[in-house]
């Protein structure tokens, strides 16, 4: 399977803190993608990394992509309550669906 | 800001019976996909649409489900005959180009009894 496998399954934080996601994947990929989901709601995108490209960043969002290890991390600056929600990396082969990790349950505490 | 729609939010049916889920894209995007995500579980792939024609399904899609675009707006997915393990939360996606960010429906729950 290529689906990436994101760690730690949940990250509990106070308001402020700085939290990092990781995620590996199993197969070459085009890019990666990163996720936003909200208890029961859709998904929304946050950031897109090429193959190529080792570091992107948005507003309080890091992303860092090395190939050679397939892994990624996500890492958000000053985290804020509104911040606690479920986040996805997904992969992107040559065929142009996503493939989904299992997800990082962040709460960030007030 | 445009987004993807879906509906309904919450569709109950007795197994064997046949439900159409409906997404309407975002209205200049090209590609159109479903996932899946069954309660606890990750979020599955299950078909790509372009070009008025599937380009790609995962081993999920079956015979059991199709799709459809039946006019410049509506993106369906139909099961024919639902299972138990068809119940999930069904979410539509599209995209301007192969490859790049989808922009998600909220999703439709399907619950089959």
């Known amino acids: 399977s290529q689906q990436g496998e994101e760690d730690p399954q949940a990250l509990s934080i106070q308001e402020g803190e700085n939290a990092t996601m990781n995620c590996s994947y199993k197969?070459?990929?085009?890019?990666l993608q990163w996720y936003r989901q909200n208890s029961g709601r859709g998904l929304v995108h946050l950031i897109l990394?090429?193959?190529?490209?080792r570091e992107k960043h948005s507003g309080r969002l890091r992303v860092t992509l090395d190939t050679s290890k397939k892994s990624s991390s996500l890492l958000i600056t000053a985290s804020r309550a509104a911040d606690t929600a479920s986040y996805f990396c997904a992969t992107v082969t040559g065929a142009n669906n996503l493939f989904f990790g299992t997800g990082t349950r962040l709460t960030v505490i007030p | 800001e445009p987004e993807v729609t879906q509906t309904p939010s919450h569709q109950v049916t007795q197994m064997g019976q046949e439900v159409i889920l409906r997404c309407v894209p975002i209205?200049?995007?090209?590609?159109f996909y479903w996932y899946r995500q069954i309660l606890g579980q990750k979020v599955e792939f299950l078909v790509s649409?372009?070009?008025?024609?599937?380009?790609?399904k995962s081993e999920i899609f079956d015979d059991q489900f199709s799709v459809e675009r039946p006019d410049g707006s509506n993106f369906t997915l139909k099961i024919r005959s639902t299972k138990l393990e068809d119940s999930a939360m069904y979410f539509c996606?599209?995209?301007?180009?192969?490859?790049?960010?989808?922009?998600f429906g909220p999703g439709t729950r399907l619950t089959v009894t």
């Open positions: 996606a599209s995209g301007r180009q192969s490859s790049y960010e989808q922009y």
């Open positions: 209205s200049n995007h090209l590609y």
């Open positions: 649409f372009y070009n008025n024609e599937i380009s790609e």
């Open positions: 990394i090429r193959s190529n490209e």
């Open positions: 197969t070459s990929i085009n890019n």
